[in-house]
């Protein structure tokens, strides 16, 4: 989710809220050039932040409130999941045989 300067490494948070409200607070502060040009922001969806995450000049931690709902049948035409589940971990993001996802 690349979306401005600020993404998320997996596609288990939407980063599109957090970057908007981010953005809209830092936007001056990079034209009038008080930070560096190059600043790295990124979001991470859990606290183990893979991806090199915490490497980042700022970085978030997107903490669901709510379980999310999952559409089993868009996720397996949308994601790279091979990819995104061998990036988690914890395997918090595996594919549900009985779904097909």
Known sequence: HTQGWVHCHS??????GLVKSIMDELAPYFS???LPGKT??????????CGAVHCSDIALVGVH??????DHERVS?????PSLIASCPTAA??????EKS
């Open 77 to 81: 035409k949308v994601c790279e999941l």
């Open 40 to 49: 790295r922001i990124a979001m991470a969806c859990c606290l183990n932040m």
């Open 93 to 98: 993001i595996r594919p549900n045989p009985k």
């Open 65 to 70: 409130r709510r379980v999310p709902v999952i």
């Open 32 to 34: 009038s050039k008080r």
């Open 11 to 16: 596609a288990a948070t939407d980063a599109s």
